[in-house]
């Protein structure tokens, strides 16, 4: 009888069972269209102490594990299909002892993926890039905290994943950690929970180099952020590296305390923007050839950095998402494919879709005031109404939810962004400096004004 924790080859019958039963849960929770284009070509193949293995295909498997891998473990919970799923590819033959060794022992493994000769440098993210090497090869001794931010979507995870895989590899015996606030906090509610907080404390100040990601939930938690306050404090006295990312600057976080945002903006603050169009086509050629997309030509790749100008996850996402309906349709992916794709799967065309970003820049344009005042409480009349034109059109333009909205600008309620909507869509029915307002921001956009407008 094997060890605990050894590997059990687990007969064919009994996997396509495991399957089945997974299966089963999936269907129930994504479209049809989305099972059989990426979950149906998963294939099990082993069984490790309650993890279940599935095996993807090459040219879909990162879309499966940055996307659909939470889905899958959500569905195999349900199913008591397996305690874990992990994805691994065609080459896989049998397990190590396990898929985490050499993992840090607090919060979450590193992606090997993600490396600095991996990373494709801009403009728009020199600085960044550029400050998180010098941290890797120099950690505490450079920039600390270096604090990375940008929309989601721009490299700050592949940068923080880089700075550990780097620093693992060529920093003697330093300890890394990575950890996102969300599993930061479900820890430390669990050590309260248990009495465990002086081993939760040691799991983490023990670090050389701790990297945390979206540090801007740690907002309006109040005890998680007494906690990270000092967890900080404990790391940067004894002269331990932080890197730390966010979805926007420190002073825009506003539900967090002061001395939270000071302790962050007393490294390197460094910014993200989105990618130029050469940059976001060096990023699809370097996926294609990892991903060995031998098939797909330049002028094909050209017509999807031009399409797709958010945010390199959606880029990439947009070239697995033409491969994948190539390959079901048994057809090259042309230009002509791609753009026929991108227009039908996005329901809009990616070249129109403005972002909360845009939005945002777009309305601070028409109104002539700085785009950081639309996040912050500045109540002055004309910084008000740009930002509620903002909202307006964030209701109108994109797929937000009010939450969602709210939370972009500044942390605000959802009523207020339903009330700005409310506002604006009364206003627009008269000549006013609102009207011509929303018109401006819409011609920043690359819109045309709506009847309202008119």
Same mark, same amino acid.
């Given at each position: 009888?094997?060890?605990?924790?050894?590997?059990?080859?687990?007969?064919?019958?009994?996997?396509?069972?495991?399957? =089945?039963?997974?299966?089963?849960?999936?269907?129930?929770?994504?479209?049809?269209?989305?099972?059989?284009?990426?979950?149906?070509?998963?294939?099990?193949?082993?069984?490790?102490?309650?993890?279940?293995?599935?095996?993807?295909?090459?040219?879909?498997?990162?879309?499966?594990?940055?996307?659909?891998?939470?889905?899958?473990?959500?569905?195999?919970?349900?199913?008591?299909?397996?305690?874990?799923?992990?994805?691994?590819?065609?080459?896989?033959?049998?397990?190590?002892? $396990?898929?985490? @060794?050499?993992?840090?022992?607090?919060?979450?493994?590193?992606?090997?993926?993600?490396?600095?000769?991996?990373?494709?440098?801009?403009?728009?993210?020199?600085?960044?890039?550029?400050?998180?090497?010098?941290?890797? &090869?120099?950690?505490?001794?450079?920039?600390?905290?270096?604090f990375l931010h940008g929309r989601p979507g721009l490299g700050k995870t592949h940068l923080l994943h880089a700075i550990g895989n780097y620093v693992q590899a060529y920093g003697t015996e330093l300890t890394v950690r990575y950890v996102t606030v969300e599993d930061f906090t479900s820890e430390f509610v669990r050590a309260v929970r248990s009495g465990e907080t002086r081993a939760f404390r040691a799991r983490f100040r023990d670090a050389d180099?701790?990297?945390?990601?979206?540090?801007?939930?740690?907002?309006?938690?109040?005890?998680?952020?007494?906690?990270?306050?000092?967890?900080?404090?404990?790391?940067?006295?004894?002269?331990?590296?932080?890197?730390?990312? $966010?979805?926007?600057?420190?002073?825009?976080?506003?539900?967090?305390?002061?001395?939270?945002?000071?302790?962050?903006?007393?490294?390197?603050?460094?910014?993200?923007?989105?990618?130029?169009?050469?940059?976001?086509?060096?990023?699809?050629?370097?996926?294609?050839?990892? =991903?060995?997309?031998?098939?797909? $030509?330049?002028?094909?790749?050209?017509?999807?950095?031009?399409?797709? *100008?958010? $945010?390199? +996850? *959606?880029?990439?996402?947009?070239?697995?998402?033409?491969?994948?309906?190539?390959?079901?349709?048994?057809?090259?992916?042309?230009?002509?494919?791609?753009?026929?794709?991108?227009?039908?799967?996005?329901?809009?065309?990616?070249?129109?879709?403005?972002?909360? =970003?845009?939005?945002?820049?777009?309305?601070?344009?028409?109104?002539?005031?700085?785009?950081?005042?639309?996040?912050?409480?500045?109540?002055?009349?004309?910084?008000?109404?740009?930002?509620?034109?903002?909202?307006?059109?964030?209701?109108?333009?994109?797929?937000?939810?009010?939450?969602?909205?709210?939370?972009?600008?500044?942390?605000?309620?959802?009523?207020?962004?339903?009330?700005?909507? +409310?506002?604006?869509?009364?206003?627009?029915?008269?000549? @006013? &400096?609102?009207?011509?307002?929303?018109?401006?921001?819409? @011609?920043?956009?690359?819109?045309?004004?709506?009847?309202? =407008?008119?």
């Amino acid at each position: 009888m094997p060890l605990p924790g050894e590997f059990e080859t687990s007969p064919h019958d009994v996997l396509v069972g495991i399957w =089945d039963r997974l299966a089963t849960e999936l269907r129930r929770e994504v479209t049809d269209f989305t099972f059989h284009l990426w979950l149906d070509p998963l294939e099990p193949v082993g069984h490790v102490g309650g993890t279940l293995f599935l095996r993807a295909p090459n040219h879909i498997r990162m879309r499966v594990e940055e996307e659909y891998l939470p889905v899958l473990r959500r569905a195999a919970a349900r199913a008591e299909a397996a305690e874990s799923i992990e994805i691994v590819d065609t080459r896989w033959k049998s397990p190590a002892a $396990s898929t985490r @060794s050499g993992a840090p022992a607090a919060g979450e493994p590193l992606n090997p993926r993600y490396t600095f000769d991996r990373f494709v440098i801009c403009d728009g993210n020199r600085l960044a890039h550029g400050a998180a090497l010098a941290v890797a &090869e120099q950690p505490a001794q450079a920039y600390n905290p270096l604090f990375l931010h940008g929309r989601p979507g721009l490299g700050k995870t592949h940068l923080l994943h880089a700075i550990g895989n780097y620093v693992q590899a060529y920093g003697t015996e330093l300890t890394v950690r990575y950890v996102t606030v969300e599993d930061f906090t479900s820890e430390f509610v669990r050590a309260v929970r248990s009495g465990e907080t002086r081993a939760f404390r040691a799991r983490f100040r023990d670090a050389d180099v701790l990297l945390v990601d979206d540090v801007q939930f740690l907002a309006e938690k109040l005890r998680t952020e007494e906690e990270f306050f000092h967890t900080f404090n404990a790391l940067y006295e004894a002269g331990s590296q932080l890197v730390i990312t $966010s979805d926007r600057r420190p002073r825009a976080i506003e539900a967090l305390e002061i001395r939270l945002q000071e302790r962050f903006e007393c490294g390197l603050v460094a910014q993200l923007d989105a990618p130029s169009f050469e940059a976001r086509l060096a990023i699809l050629e370097q996926r294609a050839r990892a =991903d060995a997309l031998d098939g797909v $030509s330049s002028d094909t790749l050209a017509e999807i950095a031009t399409a797709v *100008t958010t $945010s390199v +996850r *959606t880029l990439e996402g947009a070239l697995i998402r033409v491969v994948a309906y190539a390959s079901l349709r048994g057809e090259p992916p042309t230009p002509e494919l791609a753009h026929h794709v991108l227009n039908s799967l996005y329901g809009v065309n990616p070249r129109r879709q403005a972002t909360l =970003d845009d939005i945002q820049n777009a309305a601070a344009t028409a109104l002539d005031v700085p785009p950081d005042s639309l996040l912050a409480r500045d109540r002055r009349p004309r910084v008000a109404l740009a930002r509620q034109v903002a909202m307006y059109l964030a209701r109108e333009l994109t797929d937000a939810s009010l939450p969602a909205i709210g939370r972009h600008f500044g942390g605000r309620n959802h009523t207020t962004v339903l009330h700005a909507h +409310r506002h604006i869509s009364i206003e627009l029915g008269k000549r @006013s &400096e609102t009207t011509a307002a929303v018109e401006r921001a819409r @011609s920043q956009l690359g819109q045309p004004p709506s009847d309202r =407008d008119e």
